[in-house]
């Protein structure tokens, strides 16, 4: 056997030895230093109180179509701007799931609390309903104009007679919210809170108008 060969593959593995310390030394210090891994946090829309039961109620059902939007208003980036037209994201922080399909849950849950339509489904449950609510997030992000800023909320509805095919309303409903501190976390709790209230006005104006147009069906 030849002995160089032996003292070859010792090298060899004193290297690789070396090499594999190398990496877990670096990766060590970037973990220390605020390297990006493992840091990204992620917040959720959600309704903070129950909607009181409405005084009226219809033996009619609505079925809540799932909210459209476009660009980075359809994705999981928490959007901030502080000049007209130019949007950007927080990179180390995203929404659990898109908002779109969050404020929608969220509006057909206020429905069914509020009571005065028999109920609320959504478009993929394969029930016939009554009417028939479109909603289109239009806007959602931090204004970072100023300091500690705002965020500001925008959600166009439609609400159709699914017998008739007539359009009820079309409305746009809009909130801004201060910030209490220029940070993420503020952001979040302002764009969730200004979400709750913009969906609010939909499901009340729902009722509002309907009424107004068909006239009162009390039950």
């Known amino acids: 056997m030849n002995k160089n060969y032996g003292r070859f593959d010792v090298l060899r593995c004193r290297a690789l030895a070396t090499q594999c310390l190398l990496l877990l030394c670096l990766t060590s210090c970037t973990l220390s230093l605020g390297g990006t891994a493992g840091l990204e946090k992620y917040y ?38 502080s000049t007209p037209g130019v949007i950007s994201f927080y990179r180390l922080a995203s929404w ?6 969050m404020m929608t849950s969220i509006l057909k849950s206020m429905l069914n609390q509020r009571g005065y339509f028999k109920y609320a489904v959504g478009q993929n449950s394969g029930a016939r309903a009554d009417y028939q609510l479109s909603t289109t997030l239009l806007e959602m992000r931090q204004d ?4 500690p800023g705002k965020v500001v909320v925008k959600v166009r509805a439609e609400l159709v007679d699914m017998q008739t095919r007539e359009v009820i309303y079309t409305e746009i409903m809009e909130r801004e919210e201060d910030i ?4 993420i976390q503020s952001a979040a709790i302002s764009l969730n809170r200004a979400v709750v209230e913009t969906l609010e006005s939909v499901s009340i104006e729902a ?12 039950k």
Do not use: C, W
Not at 52 to 73: N, P, T, Y
């Open 144 to 147: 970072t104009s100023t300091v």
């Open 180 to 183: 209490l501190d220029h940070d």
């Open 44 to 81: 959720t829309l959600y309704q903070t109180e129950p909607l009181a039961k409405s005084e009226k109620h219809i033996d009619k059902s609505i079925l809540v179509r799932d909210m459209q939007a476009d660009g980075f208003l359809r994705s999981r980036k928490i959007l901030y701007s």
């Open 96 to 101: 659990t799931d898109t908002p779109p399909r």
């Open 207 to 218: 009722e509002t108008l309907r009424t107004r147009t068909n006239g009162d069906s009390r």
